[in-house]
């Protein structure tokens, strides 16, 4: 595993639940669009695929899991990439319909919010005065009195669902530093076991702040909690998302981008798609001498249970 620990995991999150169609043309929000997108980031490089899944019609988040399985069996037809389906889902979703899909899927690897947060996008209204639906202004505006949930009970409570009952893994996301506590009770319970990956969130309102010294700090108190049990990756929302992955990888961890945490390929210029995102990050990371991991890889240095025994 030596030579594995040094490979760079390229993650890539292709829609979301946070950014609306209004915004970029290029967010996938139909189910064709979401696999053809998923494919072309896969193949570009990125080992595993983060997913949530959207109303084809309009494009506003759905738990539905007969959405999911629109894209879902089609992605794993057509690449070997580790598929993540995400129990996070979208704003005002209850933990119930989050797991709906989850819970149908059985995945390798599934998202894990690691703590109740307040989560304000409502910033983001005030960038456009015309809107493509009617569902998307009111949506980002109404995270001004917005806590995303995610209690103890109902973490331990998916840990249980998904991890012991069916042998899938997690994305543990830590959008600030009590997170890391959090996870670090859950390891400690024996609920999590290692390997385990974590992935530091920065700069979403409510979280921690996109500067370069939390990046430090939080990767320190991850190694104080958690030694050589974890794995590590950064995402960073919007402009940051680039320099924080690049960051990242240089100090041994791996990366996460994607149309999900940032709309934007450069300085005011909006992505033509996922894959143009994992392309430039590859490029990034190879020029700077870094391996990329294969999804084969990827499933070694995290633990996964395969591709054969999910649920689609």
Known sequence: MADLSKKVIITCAVTGGIHTPTMSDALPYKPEDIARQSIEAAEAGASILHLHARDPNDGRPTPD?????????????????????????????????????????????????????????????????????????????????????????????ILKLLGEEHGTKFEHECYDVGHLYNLAHFVDRGLVKPPFFVQLIFGILGGIGPEMENLMFMKQKADKLFGDDYRWSVLAAGRFQ????????????????????????????????????VRKIRTILTELGHDIATPAEARAMLGLKGGDRVGF
């Not at 580790?82 to 005002?92: F, P, Y």
């Not at 797991?99 to 960038?127: H, Q, T, W």
């Not at 709309?263 to 996922?274: D, F, Q, V």
């Open 65 to 157: 899991p007969a959405v999911f399985m629109q894209f879902l069996p089609r992605i794993k037809q057509s690449t070997d990439a580790v598929i993540n389906v995400t129990t996070g889902g979208g704003l005002n979703m209850t933990v119930e319909q989050r797991l709906a899909a989850p819970l149908v899927a059985k995945p390798e690897m599934c998202s894990l919010n690691m703590g109740s947060m307040n989560f304000g996008i409502y910033p983001l209204a005030d960038r456009y005065s015309s809107w493509k639906h009617d569902w998307e202004e009111p949506y980002l505006r109404g995270t001004d009195d917005f806590i995303f949930r995610n209690t103890f009970r109902d973490i331990e409570r």
């Open 242 to 277: 680039m320099p924080f992955a690049t960051q990242a990888a240089m100090l041994g961890g791996s990366v996460r981008v994607g149309l999900e945490d940032s709309l934007y390929i450069g300085r005011g210029k909006l992505a033509s798609s996922n894959a143009e995102q």
